[in-house]
């Protein structure tokens, strides 16, 4: 069973631009979150889509944005780069996101910022 | 204040020895509590889940909870070099979204 697959691994981009992650769940699953790593702050959870639709929303700016697509598959984007943006992002995805349902992360997304 | 409290460490500990790991929390509606295990640049992968207050065991690994006192902890026993990683406590209320401990990483030495 494939796990959770995330794409691009690395990138590098400078201030001003924007990027855009993807994500993979797991075959089945239709739930959906993202968290941005970082050493100061650790994991903090940014949006959560479910069927299409963002059920959750984390503390982080309007220039943080994400979708997710019919077959369950999930991008986010983040406009207008600025330094503290560098981090890991990690996208993980459960069955229906339910309070039993556990979550499985992907080996995420490392972005950095110049 | 956060609300999930982790000592980061870093914690060194030679190879057999039994680690013990913790985690406060100020939250009184958080009710599943997760162990994390994080090898460097790789994901978070679950080690244990619970939901209730107790103990639960599963192999060289177990995780308490004690709700009355916001504490958790995880303790490794006959620790192995391939323990060595960050290990994060992770709590949720309801629905996917997880509230984390800073990380303690762990380095376990032949």
């Known amino acids: 069973k494939a796990g959770v697959t995330q794409t691009p691994r690395y990138l590098i981009k400078t201030r001003g631009q924007q990027v855009t992650l993807s994500c993979s769940p797991i075959?089945?699953?239709?739930?959906v979150s993202w968290y941005q790593q970082t050493p100061g702050q650790g994991l903090q959870f940014l949006f959560e889509?479910?069927?299409?639709?963002?059920?959750n929303k984390g503390n982080f700016p309007g220039r943080f944005s994400g979708r997710q697509f019919s077959n369950s598959r999930s991008e986010m984007n983040v406009s207008t780069l600025e330094l503290g943006d560098s981090a890991l992002y990690l996208c993980a995805s459960s069955f229906s996101g339910s309070r039993a349902n556990v979550l499985t992360f992907g080996a995420g997304s490392r972005l950095t910022v110049l | 204040q956060k609300e999930v409290e982790q000592d980061p460490g870093p914690l060194s500990v030679p190879e057999g020895a039994i680690v013990s790991l913790n985690c406060t929390y100020s939250?009184?509606?958080?009710?599943?509590f997760m162990w994390y295990r994080q090898y460097s640049r790789k994901g978070p992968e679950l080690l244990m889940y619970t939901y209730s207050s107790g103990n639960k065991e599963d192999g060289r690994f177990t995780a308490q909870v004690d709700k009355s006192s916001k504490y958790i902890s995880l303790f490794i026993r006959d620790s192995q070099p391939s323990d060595s990683a960050t290990y994060l406590c992770?709590?949720?209320?309801?629905?996917?979204?997880?509230?984390f401990g800073e990380g303690t990483q762990l380095t376990v030495n032949p």
């Open positions: 992770a709590m949720k209320t309801s629905g996917s979204r997880l509230t």
């Open positions: 939250n009184s509606a958080f009710q599943y």
């Open positions: 889509y479910f069927s299409e639709t963002q059920r």
């Open positions: 075959s089945g699953h239709r739930s």
